[in-house]
Structure formats: C-alpha cells, structure tokens
C-alpha cells in the first residue's frame, strides 16, 4: 500500500465521523485522463479532505512554507504534492504542475491562494487559468461547504467536468479561465449551500 492510500484511509477514518463528511457526484470524476481540481479553500482542512474524498490520486501545489516544517515537508513529498512560492511567478511549479497534468494525472489547487476568511468565494489567481489553457486537461470544479465544526456535516461537490477546448479556441486569458473556473466552483456553492 503507498503512503498516499494509507493517509487516505487514514484521514477518512479520523475525519469522517467527526465531520460527517458527504461527498457528491464523485461519479462526474473523469475515471482517467488529466484533470486540474480547482476548489474554493475555507479551511486547513480542505486539502486533505477534498485529497481523500477524490476518487484518484491528487497532486497538490502547497505553499513553500508547509515545506519547511520537518515531518510535514516530508509527507507531503511523499505523497506527491509540490511547493510553489506565493506572491511570485514560480517557473519551476508551473513547469511541475504541467508535467503533473502532461502525464495525465490530475492537479489540485485552490486557486483563491489562501483560505475565505468569511466562508465567501474569493477571486482565484490566474494560475488555474494558466493551467487549464496550456494543458489538454478537463477542469473539474469542486466546492466545499462546512463549517469544520465536530459533528456539524462537511460537505465536498464535484461538479460537471468543464471541457476548456472552446475557451482555448477562442484564445482567453488566464485571468478570463480563471474567471470562468471562479464561477463554476461559485454555482455549486449557490446551488447547495
């Protein structure tokens, strides 16, 4: 069993019965192929939640600090997530990030950057656009809707796979597919909250 299955298995055990964590339409998840996940951030939590609640394996960017803690930055490795410098235009994560999604696995990130201090959907980063664009990967939008309070339900939706060809066509910025990617995550807050 790999590290990624046993932290999976583990934090489902810890998490699950505490949070009451329900995930919806793990069935819109592309079984193979590259996908970039982009979900809205309103806890530590989510990216070791959404991670286990995702029905692949999941490679995330973290934020260069998370690194640097010693048993953290080991485990992270481990289990496949990279660093990315905030605030910069990291070349050596955009060039990871790509390759994570060129060998047809799938992405994660919060394009928001850092966690909702309110709960409300903040703007997202270009990166997410980026990615989406110079990639062949479908995005899949994500949202989760807490709060993380014991035994109050977490709850994690995946929506409908968004197809970015048409907007590649078309030839968007990054910042216009970000906008795009803010608004699918957006409707599946509306819609479930």
Same mark, same amino acid.
């Given at each position: 069993? +790999? ?7 583990? %934090?489902?055990?810890? *998490? ?10 793990? @069935?819109? =998840? ?21 991670? $286990?609640?995702?029905?692949?394996? /999941? ?7 998370? =690194? ?6 080991? %485990? ?12 910069? +235009? &990291?070349? !050596? ?11 047809? @696995? /799938?992405?994660?990130?919060?394009? !928001?950057?850092?966690? +909702?201090? &309110? ?10 656009? =980026? =990615?989406?664009?110079?990639? &062949? $990967? /479908?995005?899949?939008?994500? $949202? /989760? ?5 014991? *035994? ?20 968007? +910025? $990054?910042? !216009?597919?970000?906008?795009? %990617?803010?608004?699918? %995550? ?8």
């Amino acid at each position: 069993m +790999s590290l990624y299955n046993f932290g999976k298995g583990l %934090i489902l055990t810890l *998490f699950k019965p505490v949070y009451r964590m329900k995930v919806h339409g793990k @069935e819109n =998840f592309p079984k193979t192929g590259a996908v970039l996940l982009c979900s809205n951030h309103i806890d530590n939590l989510d990216p070791p939640i959404v991670g $286990a609640c995702t029905p692949r394996k /999941v490679h995330f960017m973290a934020k260069e600090e998370l =690194f640097k803690i010693p048993v953290l930055g080991k %485990i992270l490795d481990n289990v496949g997530a990279f660093p990315v410098k905030r605030g910069l +235009s &990291d070349r !050596e994560a955009l060039r990871k990030g790509l390759k994570v999604l060129k060998d047809g @696995e /799938v992405l994660g990130l919060f394009p !928001e950057g850092t966690r +909702s201090k &309110d709960g409300k959907l903040g703007k997202g980063l270009a990166g997410a656009g =980026f =990615f989406a664009l110079r990639s &062949d $990967a /479908v995005v899949m939008p994500c $949202a /989760v809707i807490g709060p993380y309070k014991p *035994f109050r339900r977490v709850h994690i939706y995946f929506g409908k796979p968004l197809n970015v060809n048409e907007y590649r066509e078309k030839k968007v +910025s $990054a910042d !216009e597919m970000t906008l795009v %990617i803010m608004n699918q %995550i957006g409707e599946l807050l509306e819609k479930h909250r």
